[in-house]
T-cell receptor, first 109, second 115 residues
Framework: EDQVTQSPEALRLQEGESSSLNCSYT??????LFWYRQDPGKGPEFLFT?????EEKEKERLKATLTKKESFLHITAPKPEDSATYLC??????????WGAGTKLIIKP | GAGVSQSPSNKVTEKGKDVELRCDPI?????LYWYRQSLGQGLEFLIY????????KSGLPSDRFSAERTGGSVSTLTIQRTQQEDSAVYLC?????????????FGPGTRLTVL
């Protein structure tokens, strides 16, 4: 069964304290892995798409990486405005996305 | 509009009432998706529209749920005889083609509360 698991469920960091969020997946025929950011009361906002193992993408303080079993979202020197829930989703054999439950990230000033 | 819009932003209803949720996708996007998001859980796929093709309704949880898309643009999700377990945030997304791995862009959602 296709499945996506994100860890940790919640992460509290001090401003400037770098860390990583994990997205583990089991899927037959990965077509793409997506990272989204969701702020309270808003819809998910697209961050990255990764297509194959070894691929990396960066945007400001965020860097996403992909292996055959998991993806990491690395956050370097985070700021309070990076606080949000980060969602991971995988696309398998069709257009449907399978979503993880998300990691709630809190950056304290 | 510039992005996906949804209305209403919040809806409180009584158990047993029917509700309609509206989604306006990004102009020109042919694919439209409805999801349900419950607290602490991942997004749950409900239904998918692609152009003039028959919609994929495989994610609808019961026959109380239905959706339509008129003119290939605006979509309405209808929940009949609402139950308390229907309380959730209902998200709509659109993408340019619905093929391959094109990005899905989300609206702000409708928070449904069934009393």
């Amino acid at each position: 069964e296709d499945q996506v698991t994100q860890s940790p469920e919640a992460l509290r960091l001090q401003e400037g304290e770098s860390s990583s969020l994990n997205c583990s997946y089991t899927v037959s025929g990965l077509r793409g892995l997506f990272w989204y950011r969701q702020d309270p009361g808003k819809g998910p906002e697209f961050l990255f798409t990764l297509y194959s193992a070894g691929e990396e993408k960066e945007k400001e303080r965020l860097k996403a990486t992909l292996t055959k079993k998991e993806s990491f979202l690395h956050i370097t020197a985070p700021k309070p405005e990076d606080s949000a829930t980060y969602l991971c989703a995988v696309q398998a054999s069709n257009y449907q996305l399978i979503w993880g439950a998300g990691t709630k990230l809190i950056i304290k000033p | 509009g510039a992005g996906v819009s949804q209305s209403p932003s919040n809806k409180v209803t009584e158990k047993g009432k029917d509700v309609e949720l509206r989604c306006d996708p990004i102009s020109g996007h042919t694919a439209l998706y409805w999801y349900r998001q419950s607290l602490g859980q991942g997004l749950e796929f409900l239904i998918y529209f692609q152009g003039n093709s028959a919609p994929d309704k495989s994610g609808l949880p019961s026959d109380r749920f239905s959706a339509e898309r008129t003119g290939g643009s605006v979509s309405t999700l209808t929940i009949q005889r609402t139950q308390q377990e229907d309380s959730a945030v209902y998200l709509c997304a659109s993408s340019s083609s619905g093929h391959g791995t094109d990005t899905q862009y989300f609206g702000p959602g409708t928070r449904l509360t069934v009393l």
